[in-house]
Each structure stands twice: as structure tokens, then as C-alpha cells.
């Protein structure tokens, strides 16, 4: 058995290599990773590898041969496909795994995040919609050990931080938000896009298109005169009529 | 042949079992329920069951495996998946079946539905558009019926509830719905969604449908300035162009 | 071989009763023909027949079983599924064969007529806009006998006339707006949609995606506050920026 | 082994003929090429021949067959199918092969194109957005020799040439471009949609989506009074707020 086979060829659709190529297809139609944009790394738990997508690729005819994998541990290549060079996220995917124990990171060029950078100051800040429950608080249970989702009544604050030349110099900026927002899973890059991580690569698409949902719906309320943090019955005091026309 | 087998496997695409999960993909393709949100249940009226997806899944990923199936006349559950909870949403599915003689229900995170619940107070209203004509006018012919559909010159008029903390509580509001619209097909939860019920889940299916493209007709009626139940051959007075207009 | 073999079972895709189905399930996801709404119909010209989609069914899931078949020498029924009712667009459709010589005809509930049809009063036009050359100018080459394509210079305009509680109501309007519009190949119906017809189901394809994509830039251009018709090197004195905020 | 058989016929999806189909189909659903509207060619750099989509036809149902195949050396077309006409662009995509040694173009009917051309003037300008980073500069490392892509700190600029009555007649106003904007891979044409050219057709297309996105978001930042091209930091001056703002 050659070492491709061991580590990227799996009949199974939720192998990290197979997963990184599904969902980098899907996630391309969904607009959040045109033009080579955007990437998607996933644990291992079982082997303790890390398995990343390649930088430049066109992420909807990604293939398992694509991917780079790295060992947990050592955080050297296992393999290394010869045509391309690692993602230049790598650094931030790995300050995720470290720092917040993440099972996966996606990260995406979605539309919705610029335009909430461009509205928005430091923070995207959004309160009292459903979806938002799809979100962890970052607090725990204290008897069932499980996390605890945010509730409808919450309001769900993802730092922004600034866009550098390079994609690995944001990893100071990245650091710093894990110490002033520790519950957040999720930050996004002005004018470029954003980062979420979760404990397995299912929470964290989960919490990707929720976080997406939201920001969407926020730029509608923003442009329809609505603050998307107001209080609950305060919409209508601020809601402008003929607004788009 | 196993209880399995019996409830949830069948080559038959109309199927509850299986048309439940078509849908959930279709509707994911919709933005009606990514992030897990939003759900659907289907009664078999041949066995008196009723079949429910789980909460917390995804659905454009869900399988028969992962669906509950409830006795109608027990209330008892016939299957529950362990890795899943019953959908919060079970005991407002059950008020639809029990109250409105459903046939099936389905419930999404709609946008339309969200952003129009911000725009209106507790009605939402459309009035003259050919769409309206696949709702149901909740009258019935005397001579066929047949239940009689709402014509070009109605306004659909679907109330529009506060949101809760937990699904369950929208119980009380939803009862007291069916009180003051006894003909409505639909209501629609402040900043939270829309729930959808009919006799059959093809006729939900369309009344759905119906209702979403009537929602986002709304809110494009409302940007430009026209009142979306205003008379036909008034909308020139409202329209606004551009914003020096 | 049964009546049904010879009317709607063939394995070309080119097939009428093949093709009314797979643009019907292409159309839904336009957005065109959910919620039941819209419809088309094609004339086989080799045996005369009109096939024509039914009244109520679900578009995507339309199959060859579904179809009505009629003479289009007798009118009368060749095929009538016992499970719906004949389209109530038939007498439309009927006279687009009768009086326009046409080969199909395709009708949408499409938000962009809907919309257009809100936007402007008896008559949509759009001028200056390259996908205005996919359209008949009504002319033809002396020479060659060629229809002739509108040029880059041209107003494409279409009728609006109003929409009636049943849609065989129509019937008069349409046929004023052949006598007035002797050379347009579709009608808008306000508050409603829009019928297209042309010499194949391929051309009129074609018409309707080409009229479609032009009332979705006009809404744009409306939008930002430049007519639709203006003067090329016009658009800027119309120009509003910041419209949409 | 037939002429066909040497030029159109191949199990691999890469080659010229195959992914002109395919990539069609892609950019129809996109919106880019309906109504038998834009084209792609691609050079076969191994046998020096060129592969062109014809005029007129439908682009999500093209397959190799409908292709015109010419020799790049002597500009004689090697098939031609007898169905259609060759693209009126035919003379630009030369254009591109010869003066700017393009591998690939693409042209699309792109709404964001169209629309980008109403808005700017005689040039397309955006800055600071990290998909920026997926375009060439122009620049060329003098080290490896491999092309520079621009930093997210520039500003992409396209320019935007008048739309004529036939293609063709685009020649001249494309040459000049090529004068002056010696750097650029594409030209937006006036009310008509945009040109994409590059060395391969991988990096065409992903030029092209890159770009479109671009275009896309310029339009978002205009509408909320922000200029794509402002300074970081800048947007908030800009941004207006519904329409009381």
C-alpha cells in the first residue's frame, strides 16, 4: 500500500479528503470560493494529520491528490503535492488548531463578510434572530459537559480585524482576538473574507452557513434602516420605505 | 424483516421517509435550511403515522435513519434515531395534525419570511398578484367539495406571531392563530421563520412555494415603494426612482 | 404499440413530450414556475399536434404521462391525463399558434415581468444593450427570407396589458396586442408574468432568456435611476449614487 | 481514424473541445452566457489549432460536434459545422492569440459587467480587496520569470470600451487597448459585457471569476455610496445608511 493510499484514498465520503473536496465544491457554488479563493483544513483525530487545501487551486475540481497532509505532532508534510505550494493560511489554521483546539477551519471569500467589514467597525454584531441559536456561547454545562448554543435573546459578536499583504501576517491580529473574544468561533477579515472553526468539521459548516445566514440578513436589515443589533419591536422606528428603489 | 425496514425503507421516491429528505436538500438549495435549521414532518395517513426529522441535523445530508416516526393515535414514538432529539418543533407539527387536519407541515428560516416578519406588523398582506391564486381561500364549493382557491382580486393575509426562546413556547400563539385566521394555510414567527400546513405534502409543498416567491415579491414592492396589498393600477403613485426620487 | 407509445413515449430528448419536461424542471429553478405557476407548450409540426403541460402540477416533476396531446387540426383531445385539468393558458396558447404562426410558446411567472410590469405602464422597453440582438425585429431578409435580429441601436419594447381573474380572460387583450404589435414575440401580463412565442421551442428558449435577462438589468438600471431606454452616454446624468443603502 | 475523430473526439476531459462544452454549461447557470449570448476559445498549444464556440447556439447544450476548429498558423478553419455561423468575435479572440499571446478568452454577457459600465466611466477601478490578489500584474519576477499577481494594496483597473453595432467592429477600440492598458487580461465593452484573456484557459477562467466577483462587490459598495476604489479606512465617509442617511 503506497502512502497516498494511506493517506488520501478512502472509499469513505467522510474521509478529511474526500470531505475537503465535497465541500470545497459545494462551498465554490455557493460563491465562497471563486477564483482559487477561500480553503478548508480538517483533523484527523484518528491519525493525528492535518489535511489542507493547496493554494491556487480551483477549488470546485479539487481532487484528493490535491491535498497537502501534515502530521499533527511534528507539523511536517506526510505529502506535499508536487505542483502546488501549501496554503498561505497554513499558519492560521494551525494557531486554530493550537490555540482552540479545532477539529477544522473553513475559510471563505463570502461576499456577505467584505460588506459586513465595510458596514461594520471592529465588531459584526447581530441580536435576536433565530439562526443565531445554531451558535455556541462558548460556555459549557457544567453537568452535561456539552456546549451551550446562544439564545434567541443573545446577540452574536464576531470581531473584525484589518487585511495585511499577506495572509500569515494576520496571525498576530488572529491572536489577539482569541484573547479578547474567547467564546468566538469565528473572525472576520476586512475587505477579504473569514475564518471559522469548530470541534469537528460538521459543527464548523454548520456555524459557517449560520454565521453566513446572519450576515446576509444583516445587510438587508442595514440597508433597510434597521440596526441588526436593535431590541426586538424597535425595527419599525427605524425601517426607511422605498429605500432599494 | 425489521422495524426498520417496515417504517423507514421503501424504493418508493413518495415515500414519506424518502420524500422527507428530498425536500430537506431541495429546501437547503432554497437557503430555507442551512445551518439545520427549519424541518418538515409528513403524516402516512395508510399506517396513521407521523413521520418528523430530527433537530440539529443537516439537512441536505439527512438520510431515512435519522427520522422519527410517532404513532398518531399514540403519540409514542415508533423510532428515535439515538444519535438525535426530537425536533423542538414536534409539538407545534402535532398542533398543525391536530387542530388543522394536516397532512404535513413544513417549517424553514425562509429570509423572505424573516425580513418580511421586519417590515409588517402582525399581518403580512399581498394583494392582485396571479401567485396568490395557488393558496387556498380555506372555502370550500358546496357542490364539489372541493376546497375553493384564493382568486387574482383577493389579499392573502398571513399572521405573523412573536418569536420565543424555545420553539415549544409558540404553542399558546399558535392556537390562538388558528382562532382569529381559521383559513389561513401559514404563519409566520418574528425574525425566526415560517411554518406551512395542507392536506397533503404536495399541496404544502406549493403553498409553500407560493407563499416564498409571494414574500420576496413583498419586499421588492416595498423597496421601490409600493404598499404589496395596494389596488391594481395604484402602484404608479408610490413608486419611487432611484433615490432622487 | 398504445395510444400513449405513440404520443408521448420516444427516448429523443428532442421529443416534445421529453422536452416540455426537462425545460419545465430547468425553468423551476429559474425561479419561473414554482408554486405550480407558468407553463409551455410545443407543436410537433411533422403530425401536427400541440403537446401542452396541464393545469396544477408541480413543474420539476412533471413527466410525459402528464401531458395533454391535441389535434392541432381538430382541436380536439388526442391525450388527457384523468389526473389534472387542461392548462387554463390553452386558449392563449391557441391563439399564439393560430394567429402567430408559432411553433411553441412558453409562459413564466417570472418576478422580473412581474416587477417590470409595476415599474411601467403599457409598454416595457429597454434600448442600447447588447442581448437585445438575440430578438426578432419582426423583419425579414428580402433576400435570403431570414428573419432579421434587432440591432444594438434598437428599443425592444413589449405590451403590457392587464391581468383578468381567469387567465382564457386574456383572450381579447392578447389579440388587440397582436393588431397593435404586429412584431413582438411576447406579451407581459401585469401583476402576473409573461408569454413568449416564437417559430421552435429552440428560438423561443432563447426569446425568453434573452427577455428575461434584459427585465432583470432594467429593474437594475431603474433601480440606480437611468431609464432603461435612455441615449447611450445618457446613463450618467441619471446615475444616483448610494441608492440602495 | 475520421478528421472529426482527430480534432473533436477525446475521453479526456481537459481536452480543448470537451471543456469548451463543459465550461459553457458552467457559465450559463451563472447567468453569463443565456440566450445564446458570450463564448469561450481555447488555442490546443500541442497541434496549434484553435477551438471556437459557434454564433447562435445554446450554450448549456453545445457538445464538441457544434465547435469550429482552425489552424493557428494559417488562420483556415480545419471543420466547420455546417449548422452554424463562426462567432462574430472570431477577430477579437485572434486578437488576443496574436498581440497579447492569450492560450484562452473568455467573453461573457455578464449583468455585473453590464452593469459596471453604466456606473464607471472609461475605466473599471477597484482597490484593496483581497481577491484582488487572483489577478497578474502584468509584472514578470525577474528571478523565476513567473508572473506577478497584484498585491491587495493596488487597485485593478479595466478599461471600458464602447459597444458597436457588430463585433467585429470592436477591433480597433481593442487594439488601443492593448496600447494602453498593456497590462490588462481583460476589456469591458459598454452596455454589452466583458472580455477575458490569459495563457491558459485555467487561468482564464479563474481571471474571469475573479474579475465578475469583483464587479459584483464594486456594485455593492457603490449602491451603499462607498467608491470601490476608496482608501482603506475610507468607507465609513462613504457609507450611507437606508435612505434617510
Given at each position: 500500500m503506497s502512502l497516498d493510499d494511506v493517506l488520501i484514498r478512502s472509499?469513505?465520503?467522510?474521509?478529511p479528503a474526500n470531505l475537503i473536496c465535497t465541500l470545497c465544491k459545494q462551498f465554490f457554488h455557493n460563491n465562497w470560493?471563486?477564483?482559487?479563493g477561500g480553503g478548508i483544513s480538517i483533523k484527523d483525530s484518528e491519525t493525528n494529520r492535518y489535511y489542507l487545501a493547496p493554494s491556487g487551486v480551483q477549488k470546485e475540481q479539487m481532487?484528493?491528490?490535491d491535498l497537502f497532509v501534515m502530521?499533527?505532532?511534528?507539523?511536517?508534510?506526510?505529502r506535499a503535492p508536487e505542483l502546488y505550494r501549501p496554503s498561505a493560511c497554513t499558519p492560521l489554521f494551525l494557531a486554530c488548531y493550537q490555540?482552540?483546539?479545532?477539529g477544522a477551519i473553513i475559510h471563505t471569500h463570502s461576499q456577505n463578510a467584505v460588506m459586513c467589514s465595510l458596514i461594520f467597525g471592529d465588531e459584526f454584531r447581530i441580536a435576536n434572530?433565530?439562526?443565531?441559536?445554531?451558535?455556541?456561547?462558548?460556555?459549557?454545562?457544567?453537568?452535561?459537559g456539552k456546549p451551550i448554543a446562544l439564545s434567541f435573546f443573545d446577540t452574536l459578536k464576531i470581531p473584525i480585524i484589518e487585511n495585511m499583504?499577506?495572509?500569515?501576517?494576520?496571525i498576530d491580529d488572529l491572536h489577539k482576538t482569541f484573547a479578547e473574544?474567547?467564546?468566538?468561533c469565528a473572525v472576520i477579515v476586512r475587505r477579504h473574507g473569514i475564518f471559522v472553526w469548530g470541534p469537528t468539521i460538521d459543527k464548523v459548516k454548520i456555524f459557517n452557513e449560520a454565521i453566513d445566514y446572519l450576515m446576509e440578513l444583516a445587510i438587508k436589515m442595514y440597508k433597510m434602516g434597521?440596526?441588526?443589533?436593535?431590541?426586538?419591536?424597535?425595527?419599525k422606528k427605524h425601517l426607511v420605505r422605498g429605500t432599494d428603489a
Open positions: 472509499d469513505d465520503p467522510h474521509h470560493c471563486t477564483g482559487t481532487t484528493p491528490d502530521d499533527a505532532q511534528t507539523l511536517e508534510y506526510l490555540k482552540k483546539d479545532a434572530i433565530e439562526q443565531i441559536k445554531a451558535l455556541p456561547s462558548g460556555e459549557v454545562d457544567p453537568v452535561t499583504a499577506h495572509e500569515d501576517e494576520l473574544y474567547p467564546d468566538t434597521i440596526p441588526p443589533d436593535c431590541g426586538i419591536g424597535e425595527e
